[in-house]
């Protein structure tokens, strides 16, 4: 996986090079501390995916501009701002790796920075002059809040469903990729084909994103993940791998479960136990094979569009994210 | 000063009564607990001075559509999506004499629904289909944030010179009242000079609503207010009464009057002492001069348009502004 990984990112080098001088370059000449918390957060190793599925959908759609990479910052910035305000909503305190903005500089700063973070993209998005992409952007960004918003209502509910689960997702990660391959169409000037072909292809890919980084909160090594594991069970939000499982399992295990997830501060055994009993009732393998399955979704939405690198670029991609360990 | 309040309302009634509507179906059909905290501070009394304008400037410059009023709560809801954070970040307990969102449902459910609207009044922007409205909107969201920003900055501190107060309220508020009054123009298709003139009312006018606001805080009385008395102090932050008044104060007195401006749990007798000092020391005529000034000018520009009931309105509003109680 290592090695897909270096791959991949040996082939969007200069993209993703021309993305972070973008994402540099758009914070100026603002007031210092607004720089300081955004670059704290925004250049902290973010993977870039959302500009970078941008940058590289507008090629595949045949964009030939200059303004490709700076309209991919819209989406990054927009990330951004979700994390500065999810982080305080979460009451997290480790963000890769790093202690969270808020923890730093205080709440009001990091409240004020995400709303200067979603300005900010707004006034990019206008530079675009495309009345549809600011209509892409609005609706993402309405979209978003439902979901952080839906998340932050069934926080400590045991009762989830798989549906309210994937209207969460749907929301708050899946709507975002999607614009961010549905703007690179619209820059292009791309078929209504096309257009329809990378937005499938962003869509799943994040739903199938959001699949994975639930489960690595469960699978992963917190050395690796860059923040402390079971964090989402600690902060009382049910992924798939638990809600499959709460509704596999037989009385008494569920039981068993219900019990360490009340228990917020469940101790390391305990977590081992409910990972077992993940694994048992098969709400591990059951999340994988759902994010499989829209990755494959992903990848044949790209049918459409002839042999290039930039579609292999793409698909490659939609491997990482399914396979990725952090 | 009652009864211009009154005059205004009857004018303005059948526009009121349509942006009530506009503000609540704009909501539907969302979350119940969006639809919930929006209301409780969107339908709490608040002057709906900001669509107003819009929609009258509109109509000075000869706007004859059915958009308006719809257009004209992108800045209600943009204004309380502000209020939502700016009392998270203020540490505020009162608004409008109701307990203030967060106290009722916690500070995530404030941060996300304050997001919230300023999406929704994003999309809503977005259906205006003029890109030159979105570049509006754009800009006066990022100064609002860069506004706040600033503000909490200088909280505490007690050099705050009269240009950082106006470079503050500039960007807290004349920005948002100007954009208001300049969409106006904008979705009339009204000349340069129109534009120019409705941005220059509201410009001066958002200067003087803001100086006035300020002046509130240590001329009125809590009941009238809705909020407590001497709260901006109390958050640490400095306006032009004090900050006037610090400089033109004695050695002495400028000690007493730091002295009870640091002890943010000062008295009811401390705040009557520093309120007879900002008199002493011309810090609250001032402002009022200042504001009245701005009014003037706000008034002025508009001269270029022939009499009509519209403008007279404008004109009173502009009254109203600078006498108002509360």
Redesign the interface.
Known sequence: MKDLKQEILAMVEDDLAAIEEALEKNLNP??D??SEVARHILFSGGKRIRPLLMVLSARLCGYEGDYDKTFSIIFEYLHTATLL?DD??DGASVRRGKPVAHSIWG???S??????L???S??I??KT?R?KI??V???A??K???G???Q??HKGSLNLSEEEYMEVIRHKTAILFQGACRVSAIIADASKEKEKAVSGYGYNLGLAFQMVDDLLDYTSETTVLGKEIGADLKEGKLTLPVIYSLKAAGLKDRDLMEKIIKNRNFSVNDFETLIELLEKYGGISYTQQLAAQHIEKAKKALSIFRPSETKEILLKVADYVLNRKA
């Open positions: 603002y007031l501390l607004v305000h305080l909503v709440n009001s700063v409240i004020l920075v995400g709303d200067f979603v300005a900010r707004l006034s998005c206008a002059e009345m600011v209509e952007i609005a609706e960004t309405e978003m809040c439902q952080e918003i839906r932050l209502m």
